[in-house]
């Protein structure tokens, strides 16, 4: 008997120093999430009534997005509330504990993502062939490299999380709206013959751009641009080929045509330049004889003059020494 009354003594005190522990139980402590400059945070509820930050009872429906932006946290730190979650086989007892948050906090990153849907592994946002697919009217398949950025105002945040549910913006992107944007370029491409398909290729990305905005503008993404890139890749190499031989005697044909027009031009200058010479040379013709009716009209004149003086100047006699025809100057000389 007393050796049963010690063991159940040390029995008691065991169970008595255990439950003392358990009582203690874990520290209470509150995480704390930090929230980057390009992130939104939103504070829901685990359980229980959904309240704001500050609190109060929100009296919209649960994830709406009118409840989202009420939910929407302001700090940039934010202490996740917890509550004492009574644990084990014996919880009265033993008084065994955890602590378990009652809040949590949902991000929604803003940082706008641009992607590249190409071809060729080496260029595109992922290494392998993403380029979008499409055939013209007249049964020619091909594909078309395609890059676009969008991103998440802040204002526009709530509904991004309503809408995706806490899906990252990359696979928004690459799944809902390339998927829009691809049935917007196979309209429009299989529309078109492939020749009004390769002159109008702006045309129809500025449509696919402006359809995918207004899609997905309401569903809180911004489309920020979407354009083409590598131009139409052919599935039928033949078609590339035989479109490249056509350019290429295109490109002769129009070398010739400036070559020709180029020859022209040269002979039109030639010929200006010499009709130009010729006109200078009959303007200086033109201006000796001029100059040469000018001399012989001052000679005129002095030798007029000369008769005039000599009328003026005659006495009516004739000279006393006259010498003959062919006479030297000096006389006395041979």
């Known amino acids: 008997m007393k050796l049963f009354n010690k063991y159940f003594r040390t029995f008691l005190s065991v169970l008595m120093i255990t439950a003392v ?25 685990l ?52 602590w378990i948050p009652t809040m949590k906090v949902i991000t929604v990153v803003r940082t706008p993502e641009t992607r590249e849907w190409t ?87 500025e449509i696919a751009f402006n359809a995918a905005k207004k899609h997905f503008k309401p569903l809180g993404v911004t489309i920020m641009n979407l354009g083409h890139v590598e131009g139409l890749k052919y599935d039928d190499d033949d078609i590339q080929t035989a479109i490249n031989d056509n350019f290429k005697e295109e490109m002769n044909i129009i070398k010739k045509r400036n070559e020709k027009l180029a020859q022209v031009e040269i002979n039109l200058k030639e010929e200006s330049i010499a009709t130009s010479k010729k006109n200078q040379a009959l303007e200086f013709a033109k201006a000796a004889e001029a100059q040469i009716k000018q001399v012989h009209l001052e000679i005129a004149k002095i030798e007029a003059q000369a008769k005039l003086n000599m009328s003026v100047n005659w006495n009516g006699q004739l000279p006393e020494k006259i010498l003959p025809s062919g006479s030297n100057l000096l006389l006395g000389l041979d």
């Not at 999430?33 to 504070?43: G, M, Q, R, V």
């Not at 309503?162 to 691809?182: A, C, H, M, W």
């Open 47 to 98: 359980e229980g009534a959904a309240k704001d930050a500050e609190g109060n009872l929100i009296q919209h429906k649960f994830m709406s997005v009118d409840y989202l932006n009420q939910a929407k946290v302001a700090a940039k730190r934010v202490v996740i509330p917890v509550r004492k979650r009574v644990v084990g086989k014996w919880p009265k007892l033993l008084g065994q504990f955890k």
């Open 21 to 45: 522990c358990a009582a203690c139980g874990p520290a209470k402590i509150e995480p704390i999430k930090e929230i980057k400059e390009n992130e939104t945070a939103f504070l829901v509820p």
């Open 119 to 205: 071809q060729e592994i080496e260029t595109g946002t992922k290494k392998r062939d993403e380029a979008l697919a499409a055939e013209s009217s007249d049964s020619i398949a091909f594909r078309a490299g395609s890059t676009i950025t969008a991103m998440i105002m802040e204002e526009d945040s709530a509904k991004f999380l309503y809408y995706f549910s806490g899906k990252p913006l990359t696979i928004i992107v690459d799944e809902n709206v390339r998927g829009v944007v691809q049935s917007v370029l196979g309209e429009e491409f299989g529309s078109r013959t492939l020749d009004m398909c390769r002159s109008e290729k702006s045309v129809i990305f």
